[in-house]
């Protein structure tokens, strides 16, 4: 075959001749060298994959402390003034906190300590811990010292949940079991930060007191706490020592059993004696439930697995399987555990998934290079840069410290239509000058010499485009270093072999004989598309200013479509469940919601493809997780589930419930939408405001539901002490307060010995008697004097109705609003009517932030937006550097990406996808994508320019030469990535945004590229002195 455009060629030739050597010439003269360079490359990627670790996402330094503190019996505003913001004051002075935000209840204070990304945790727990001491003499005495926890911030639950179930045993006893026998062989599995028993029931000796008998005893509040006290402590006695031996000695002073209890004696009179079996009923129970858990609707008690920050998820999995293997063999027969919920199937699932679109999208590449190239001799030199590349950059990964998680193997995969282009133009143009008539070695050379200034910027060029992400902080940081510096590596690696391999095997493999039937096919085909191609630049030339003036547009376009597009911080995924929130009665007691929960879970399992359902209730309500059939096993996907899941549910009587899909990316919020509004107002004065929200939103049509935490209907019983009647009988009321504290809260007097560990000792009035008032009214107080007097006689019954809780954020009073959205609807869109909503509603003084989700999309979601510009930035000055020129590299941006960028953006624009960090990251690799084009037709145009041709018959020549390896490299490209756009199942929805934006973009741009940048060229390259021919 002759070649279609001679005078190209000719020219591309004399040029070409009186070039300098490469530093690379040697490694088309040493054919072995090249190899072993490669084979090495080779060698470190397949060590580097086998040790690589396996995981969900880039390891996220992201961690909170939550602090704790019990104040049994005291009031949610007691608690908040006397604990919370004591608490909240100085740990806020700590370094490295994003925020402070605090829930206060009944008898608890918990504060949550949120830290920056990359916190030491450590160090902030110490310098956390040094600031409660410093204020623990100012915190209740009566309050349990507060216990810190460091836990994981990028999710609201544990990874895994099992459930622990039998027909013949007690919670109680599930729970011994547990902790002796399981727990503490998973607490020391690599990666666990610790495991939790949700639901369990620790062993107590219940001392159930009789007001009645009290009353007619006059036994006291303070006489049955030192009865129980003094006859039931450790006491150390030491050891007796002889010449010869040495005795511990042991007093048996610790009770065991409930007849031992039953005998303490309370009082002697005469011959009488009064025991605690006289005036109570002693029982070894439980501590008082406040949480159940089920799975389904039988009961369990849940083995809750938190790994540690950085813990490798799928490695704990496998470990803890493992453990929980040998736990089945060795449990007693009554026993049953299953996994309720495993965190990392979604993620093997996904990983699974993405593997496969790999290997498809390596396969499609071959056949496209082949089909071009037209030969399996000249394919294999394109086709073997793709793993040498992808190891290449496997090797690098190691040397870092990354992982194969689903950013990592996404870049992989999009690394395959990347890696081949500068192969294919090696080859191409190798087998060009062969047709030609030159020897194949001398070919190769010339190829070397020719590309070597193009490849090397083309290569750096879409690296660097890589490289403001690599040093971003926050999440965003955090998720995509790993992403663009192993995407960079490959396509550096595959500059490294294009340099060397290629052009050696293009020597060896390149021949001028006869085609066969898929090469003059290919040819056949080519010849079409350049005798249209022809015509219409030379159109293009003829009417320069239309085609400036449509160029010029699209830098309008673009960012109009950017800004009319939907945006969301990641699309949503199917993640093969769905999460619920219940929320209960305001005075609901325990039974109540389990009652109410268990019709819930019974319409859950109703739904299409529903497996089981597991459950974490509470007296105020739960969460839970309605968990699907494996995706193959299912035709309807979780988010289109979601309506009718919340219609089934969201409507049922006695209980509320809110449905929601697990956020795709790691957090810690459980809502679409939330809202915190910020002041300094009591919570009386901001609940109409929290309703006037809620409302706004429920009205706006994005909501599926929406609520808010500030809810005043909980009704309480205030103890209004007669101060002065109290003084009369030589009282306080703290002494009031801590002997009705006795009989009423439940709070543990001492411990006692129950095989081996110690456990609570609880006196308390029964369950029954404690709800009514009338029967508290017969308690007596005794006074200094030794009288027992009725309560009622100096205390006064007041119903009030309270706050379910106390929010606070920031050290301010706080509440929020938060909701599910309707499918469709994006996150950002439900943000922003809550923004408004707040800005039409909030009077002075109020103030908004942000929280769970909605706080990373404020806070990261235009991060990737400004490292576009910046990423246009550093091209434009390399290219600067490479063409010592500052307009041409102008004419290669802009006459490529802002064509390439709109392309991509109808796709946002129509809805084909969001505007989301995946497509982001699709528009910074587009640019580097679009710009290799115009550098090959730049760079070999000013190579022209030196010849002696002017501007515009040297773009024309140019574009005509370099015409075939750049549809070939964009065709590459765009089929290589088809696969993305076509893809379903977990872990789609990224890759869709991802293939999109590359699919529509390189497609789009290429075609307006071919002619903007030659045109371009014509009118505003610079002026380059000829070198003579």
Do not use: C
Request: charged content about 20%; proline content about 6%.
């Amino acid at each position: 075959m002759t070649d279609p455009s001679p005078r190209a060629g000719g020219v591309a030739e004399e040029g070409a001749a009186s070039l300098s050597h490469s530093p690379v010439d040697i490694f088309v003269r040493r054919r072995v060298l090249a190899a072993v360079v490669s084979l090495f490359i080779l060698f470190l990627g397949l060590r580097a994959a086998f040790q690589l670790p396996i995981q969900q996402y880039p390891r996220i330094d992201a961690s909170s402390l939550i602090i704790t503190t019990v104040f049994v019996g005291a009031s949610a505003a007691d608690v908040k003034g006397f604990i919370t913001e004591p608490i909240e004051r100085v740990v806020a002075s700590v370094p490295n906190i994003d925020y402070v935000d605090s829930v206060t209840t009944a008898g608890v204070s918990t504060v949550t300590v949120w830290l920056e990304f990359d916190a030491d945790p450590p160090a902030a727990l110490a310098q956390v811990a040094a600031q409660l001491d410093s204020i623990a003499s100012d915190l209740p005495a009566e309050a349990e010292p507060p216990a810190i926890e460091v836990r994981r911030a990028d999710r609201p639950q544990a990874t895994f949940y099992i459930a622990v179930t039998s027909e013949e045993r007690s919670r109680s006893e599930i729970t011994e079991y547990l902790a002796r026998e399981v727990q503490p062989g998973l607490s020391s599995l690599p990666g666990v930060q610790r495991i939790g028993l949700e639901g369990s029931r620790p062993p107590a000796m219940r001392i159930w007191l009789d007001p009645i008998e009290l009353a007619g005893f006059e036994v006291g509040a303070g006489e049955l706490r030192a009865a129980l006290t003094r006859n039931n402590l450790v006491a150390p006695i030491g050891s007796a020592e002889s010449s010869e031996v040495e005795t511990d000695l042991r007093a048996d002073t610790v009770l065991e059993r409930p007849e031992d209890f039953e005998k303490i004696v309370l009082r002697r009179e005469g011959d009488a004696t009064l025991r605690l079996s006289d005036v109570a009923r002693v029982e070894l129970g439980s501590e008082e439930a406040d949480l159940d858990v089920r799975l389904d609707t039988t009961e369990a008690v849940y083995l809750s697995v938190w790994p540690a920050v950085g813990a490798n998820e799928l490695d704990l999995a496998a470990a803890l399987y493992q453990a929980l293997d040998a736990a089945r063999a060795a449990a007693p027969r009554d026993i049953l555990i299953e996994t309720a919920y495993d965190g990392t199937l979604y993620t093997r699932d996904a990983l699974t998934e993405i593997a496969k679109t790999l290997a498809e999208t390596i396969l499609i590449v071959g056949l496209v290079v082949l089909l071009f190239l037209g030969s399996l001799r000249t394919a294999i030199v394109p086709l073997v840069a793709i793993p040498i590349s992808l190891l290449g950059a496997v090797a690098a990964m190691s040397v870092m410290g990354f992982s194969l998680n689903l950013l990592t193997i996404l870049a992989i995969v999009l690394a395959v239509g990347l890696v081949v282009d500068d192969a294919i133009v090696v080859v191409e143009n190798t087998m060009r000058h062969v047709r030609n008539g030159m020897p194949e070695n001398q070919a190769a050379l010339l190829t070397v010499r020719q590309l070597f200034l193009p490849i090397i910027s083309m290569t750096v060029t879409l690296a660097a485009v890589y490289a403001p992400i690599g040093i971003l902080g926050g999440l965003t940081g955090a998720l995509f270093k790993e992403f663009a510096f192993t995407l960079a590596m490959a396509v550096i690696v595959s500059g490294v072999v294009a340099l060397t391999l290629s052009p050696a095997m293009s020597a060896l493999l390149a021949t001028g004989s006869d085609e066969g039937a898929i090469a003059r096919a290919s040819s056949r085909m080519f010849d079409r598309i350049r005798s249209a191609y022809v015509p219409t630049l030379d159109l293009a030339f003829a009417y320069r200013g239309p085609v400036l003036l449509f160029a010029g547009t699209t830098i309008v376009i673009a960012p109009l479509l950017y800004m009319f597009s939907l945006r969301e911080l990641a699309p949503v995924e199917d993640q093969g469940s769905i999460n619920v929130v219940l929320q209960s009665a305001p005075d609901a007691s325990l039974e109540y919601t389990v009652e109410y929960a268990n019709q819930t879970v019974e319409r859950l399992l109703e739904t299409e493809g529903a497996d089981y359902v597991w459950s974490v209730r509470r007296p105020e309500g739960g969460f839970g997780g309605l968990e699907f059939v494996p995706w193959k096993q299912r035709e309807a996907a979780t988010p289109d589930l979601l309506q009718s899941v919340f219609f089934s549910v969201g409507r049922q009587p006695g209980i509320r419930v809110f449905p929601i899909l697990p956020s795709a990316l790691p957090n810690a919020g459980n809502y679409d939408a939330e809202l915190v509004v910020l002041s300094t107002d009591a919570p009386e004065r901001m609940e109409p405001y929290a309703e006037a929200l809620v409302k706004a939103a429920r009205q706006s049509g994005s909501f599926i539901f929406a609520d808010t935490d500030l809810k005043i209907d909980r009704g309480s019983t205030r103890l209004e002490i007669d101060r002065d009647r109290v003084a009369d009988l030589g009282l306080t009321p703290a002494d009031v307060a801590a002997q009705l504290g006795l009989f009423v809260s439940g709070a543990h007097v001492s411990r006692f010995d129950y095989q081996g560990r110690s456990y609570k000792v609880i006196p308390q009035i029964e369950d029954a008697l404690r709800r009514s008032p009338a029967t508290l009214e017969l308690l007596r107080i005794q006074t200094p004097a030794g009288d027992f007097l009725p309560v009622s006689s100096m205390v006064r019954w007041v119903d009030e109705t309270v706050p379910r809780a106390l929010g606070r954020f920031e050290q301010r009073n706080a509440f929020r609003v938060f909701g599910g959205l309707v499918p469709g609807t994006t996150k950002e869109s439900g943000l922003q009517v809550l923004e408004q909503a707040a800005r039409e509603i909030l009077p002075l003084g109020y103030s908004v932030d942000y929280a769970g989700e909605s706080r990373q999309i404020r806070r990261e979601g235009q991060t990737l937006s400004s490292v576009l510009g910046v990423s246009v930035l550093a091209v434009y000055l390399l290219l600067a550097a490479q063409f010592q020129s500052f307009r041409d590299p102008l004419i290669v941006l802009l006459g490529s990406v802002p064509l390439a960028l709109s392309g991509a953006l109808i796709f946002t624009f129509t809805n084909f996808t969001t505007i989301n960090i995946f497509t982001q990251i699709g528009l910074i690799t587009l640019i580097g994508l679009i710009a290799k084009n115009g550098i090959l037709i730049v760079e070999f145009a000013n190579d022209l320019q030196e010849r002696g041709l002017g501007r515009v018959d040297a773009a024309r020549e140019a574009a005509l030469v370099r015409l075939r390896p750049v549809l070939m490299t964009t065709l590459a490209t765009v089929v290589g990535h088809l696969p993305l756009v076509m893809v379903s199942g977990p872990g789609a929805g990224a890759r869709n945004s991802i293939g999109f934006v590359l699919v529509g973009g390189m497609t789009i741009g290429t075609l307006f590229t071919l002619v903007a940048v030659p045109v371009l060229y014509s009118l505003a390259a610079s002026e380059r002195e000829s070198t003579g021919p």
